[in-house]
């Protein structure tokens, strides 16, 4: 295997085993090139050894495999060649045979000599095809399991692999597919290939690809039903929809079927309405027709998120509290907070704290610079007064946000994943007890997180929601914050004076022009002129140069000491010359060209360079949206990379490196709960479709000193114009109304 070129093909002998992964068969072995001696008919070793990686389920010493390799280079590990196609060749003398057999665990010698005698050469043949011809010997029951399951499970699982690898399947699936479905799974998989995306195991594109490559085509039930479910999914995860208008399923499923395949599907009535009886029936949907005018189809865990949530509203709404006060009191305590601080609230903020005092669920929200966080902070204050013992709950949806919330109101706050015991053990209803729940950031809670939330808090918490409802939706589905206001349900304090900067901070006086404007109507801006302001517009008609200008902004701004940590680029998208990705490569070479560097999935981590966590890792502490620099780099299994956060330094090992992003610039919906000094915003026609009037909210309410426009002023016109996708179909507003009015007829 001297010098192999990629994907060569080669014959090895393992010769030991480095490493295996119980869960996903990852193997690590030693092993020595074979070469085969056409005269005297037998493989001979070489001198040649090669570390090698690919997946198996039962590989053992002296293994005889027929490989596919490619050469790479592991930050750990060095050299390897990584195996993408195999197949096990069988021993093909009694020695080779009578080794494999006492390399099985609790076979032995004398057992092998048993098997042997028995049926010589055709060990592995008589045992696949009749697994029962061992009972004829007098092996263990030990004895029998195992080498039933190095042979026959053996099999099945390269068989598997090797139909996955022909099926341009990623063989990375086999052991999850295989321990799903057992010895049965290539069966399985040819008489309903979208059997693996309704179990959850790939994409439906993926299923839909290889139901082609079988041939099958003509399968429609199982596709019209593997893709209605795939149609409804997309349209709670990319659109944010709850549910989907049974009226509208046939057209939006033909839609998505001809854009997943680019051939436009023959669909019946008969065919969706059989395709909705067996999705509901196997417990993948739910058609709800009894409580609206229009019947509404459902993901199951979307149908439960939604009546969850409004059934534990309506207890918070009505059932007795643990911390009550009188008004006066409330007025009084409030008085003597405001004493100690030296502040007077405004009549609006003293009025949220009354409400939130005296009403079982309120909801505070309010334009940048209005004084929520201030409000928020003598709410806490104030119920620490009326009784010093009360337990305050506060939380936040990203690890992000609640550490800003705890920073800003001076008490601990925590994520509510981790506030509801997610993901590894959910709180059971009422569990959360506490007198006050407090959440912030509400904007972005999508309906499940909130069904979790309610559904953990006692019934006898006060509830406080705290957000600003003019910011992007939450990713995930529902408008959980705006149904809430809608519903005129749950008392609502809305706080309208601006308070920042004595209210001539510009990036508080044209949040608030957005907000005051209808879409479709022009949006009034006015921009800094001179040095010392808050918000400029930098004139840049092409895509090149405002990346240009992006950096001679980001330059200056260092050369005047603004630390890298205190600015960000936000950006709309992702891919294109404006987006993160180019971005972050542009400002990395710009800012970092040199160094140590670690290479992770997505990116060459550098030292020195501003990274993002981009999932919750409750193992590491870290959360989603957190932002650190890369302290240290060290190859070792264990400790890959550290990146020090504001308030600590984590190591990171190998495989959760790849949580990590370059954080230069960042998409606005990351942004969403976090602040920066300094924020720089590209601008421009080609990126049109991705800006729109609640995007650039979000991204100009995120700075709190200066933001920097980078583009047209005609694309940013056009932009505030522009409606967001806020249309998000949900029933909570109805559901919450008619709670309410039964609780008031009860």
């Given amino acids: 295997m001297s010098g192999l070129a990629l ?83 069988e021993p093909g003398t009694e020695t080779e045979m009578r080794k494999f057999l006492i390399s099985v665990k609790g076979v032995g010698a004398m057992y092998a000599n048993m098997l042997m005698e028995e049926f010589g050469m055709d060990v592995f043949s008589a045992v696949r095809n009749d697994p029962s011809c061992l009972n004829r010997l007098s092996l263990n029951k030990t004895a029998k399991e195992n080498l039933y399951q190095a042979i026959v499970e053996n099999s099945a699982y390269e068989e598997l692999l090797m139909f996955l690898q022909l099926n341009n399947v990623s063989p990375a699936l086999t052991a999850e597919i295989y321990r799903k479905y057992g010895s049965s799974a290539v069966s399985k998989i040819r008489d309903n290939p979208y059997s693996l995306y309704l179990d959850g195991v790939i994409d439906f594109p993926t299923a839909d690809k290889l139901n082609i490559s079988l041939g099958q085509n003509s399968n429609l039930a199982y596709r019209i039903a593997a893709g209605l479910l795939a149609c409804i999914r997309n349209a709670s995860e990319k659109d944010g929809d709850v549910f989907i208008r049974r009226t509208m399923v046939d057209v939006a499923l033909s ?80 008085s003597s907070v405001e004493a100690g601080v030296g502040m007077t609230l405004a009549p609006e903020q003293r009025q949220a704290v009354q409400t939130a005092l005296d009403s079982p669920i309120s909801i505070l929200t309010g334009g940048p610079g209005t004084g929520k966080t201030q409000t928020l902070t003598m709410i806490i204050e104030t119920i620490k007064v009326l009784d010093p013992s009360a337990d305050i709950r506060l939380c936040a949806p990203t690890g992000k946000a609640a550490i800003r919330m705890r920073d800003l109101t001076g008490s601990d706050a925590e994520t509510i994943h981790r506030m509801v015991g997610y993901p590894k053990k959910f709180l059971e209803e009422d569990e959360l007890v506490c007198d006050f729940l407090i959440a912030d950031e509400f904007s972005m809670c999508d309906i499940q997180l909130c069904s979790w939330l309610f559904k953990s808090v006692c019934t006898g918490a006060r509830v406080v929601i705290v957000g600003d409802h003019e910011q992007l939706p939450s990713v995930g589905p529902g408008l959980v914050l705006r149904d809430m206001i809608s519903s005129n349900a749950i008392p609502v304090s809305r706080l309208t004076k601006v308070f920042r900067q004595s209210g001539k901070s510009l990036i508080v006086e044209n949040a608030h022009s957005i907000i005051r404007h209808d879409p479709g ?226």
């Fill in 7 to 89: 994907l060569e093909e080669a014959d090895v002998r393992v010769r030991k085993i480095r490493f295996r992964a119980d869960d996903t068969f990852d193997t690590v072995f030693t092993a020595v090139v074979l070469k085969w001696r056409p005269k005297l008919k037998v493989w001979v070793e070489t001198k040649k050894e090669v570390v090698c990686k690919g997946l198996f389920y039962n590989l053992v010493e002296n293994d005889h495999l027929h490989v596919f390799v490619e050469e790479c280079d592991h930050p750990v590990h060095g050299l390897q060649y990584q195996i993408y196609k195999s197949s096990r060749v």
């Fill in 255 to 334: 839609r998505f079927l001809e854009k997943a395949s680019g051939r436009h599907p023959q669909l019946t009535e008969s065919a969706v309405e059989d395709a909705l009886n067996s999705l509901s029936r196997d417990g993948y949907l739910i058609i709800d027709s009894t409580s609206f005018s229009e019947p509404a189809v459902y993901l199951k865990s979307n149908y439960f998120a939604e009546t969850l949530a409004t059934d534990r509203l309506a207890k918070l709404m009505t059932a007795p509290k643990r911390f009550n006060a009188a008004g006066g009191d409330v007025s009084r305590a409030l």
């Fill in 521 to 746: 109507e022009d949006v009034p801006m006015k921009f800094s002129t001179e040095k010392g302001g808050d918000f400029y517009l930098i004139e840049s008609r092409t895509q090149t140069k405002i990346v240009k200008k992006i950096q001679q902004c980001v330059q200056k701004l260092v050369s005047d000491g603004v630390d890298i940590e205190d600015m960000e680029i936000l950006s709309p998208i992702h891919g294109g010359l404006l987006g993160t990705q180019n971005l972050n490569l542009f400002l990395q070479n710009l800012l970092n060209p040199t160094g140590l560097s670690y290479k992770t999935k997505e990116a060459e981590l550098r030292k020195g360079d501003k990274v993002i966590q981009t999932t919750n890792n409750y193992d590491l502490n870290v959360f989603n949206g957190e932002t650190g620099i890369v302290k240290e780099i060290d190859f070792r299994v264990d400790r890959a990379i550290l990146v020090e956060f504001p308030e600590r330094c984590v190591w990171y090992d190998a495989e959760q490196a790849d949580e990590l992003e370059l954080a230069y610039a960042i998409t606005i919906h990351k942004s969403q709960g976090s602040e920066f000094n300094t924020v720089v915003i590209p601008v421009h026609e080609t990126i049109l479709y991705n800006i729109n009037r609640n995007l650039l909210y979000t991204a100009i309410t995120r700075a709190k000193k200066r933001v920097i426009l980078v583009g047209t002023s005609t694309a940013l016109e056009i932009g505030l114009r522009k409606q967001g996708s806020i249309k998000r179909y949900s029933n909570l507003v109805a559901r919450l109304q008619n709670k309410t009015k039964a609780a008031t007829a009860a």
